[in-house]
């Protein structure tokens, strides 16, 4: 079955730098595009970055532009998310996510960002 595994959150100080991991399995990860979103407290989940199955086109929302940068490794089926000068504002659930059948979810990863 279609399994996305996140990891890489934790605490992180104002200014410092997280790299998230999606370790993919069930399907053929090569050709399907893949996505990070995230879910801030009393916010509804939204779409932080997106990469196409060869990893040549990325995307991102206007808030982490210039701060995250989204990459796959398609012979290891991972996907990472590497944040740099994260805020507070950045402090969220992550979720990696991708389409195969329909709308596919990991359990998602703390990234908590505070003094």
């Known amino acids: 079955q279609v399994q996305l595994v996140e990891s890489g959150g934790g605490l992180v100080q104002p200014g410092g730098s997280l790299r998230l991991s999606c370790a993919a399995s069930?399907?053929?990860?090569?050709?399907?595009?893949m996505s990070w979103y995230r879910q801030a407290p009393g916010k509804e989940r939204e779409l932080v970055a997106s990469?196409?199955?060869?990893?040549?086109?990325?995307n991102y929302a206007d808030s982490v532009k210039g701060r995250f940068t989204i990459s796959r490794d398609n012979a290891k089926n991972t996907m990472y998310l590497q944040m740099n000068s994260l805020e507070p504002e950045d402090t969220a659930v992550y979720y990696c996510?991708?389409?195969?059948?329909?709308?596919?979810w990991g359990q998602g990863t703390q990234v908590t960002v505070s003094s």
């Open positions: 996510s991708t389409w195969v059948g329909r709308r596919r």
């Open positions: 069930g399907f053929t990860f090569r050709p399907n595009p």
């Open positions: 990469i196409t199955g060869p990893g040549v086109v990325t």
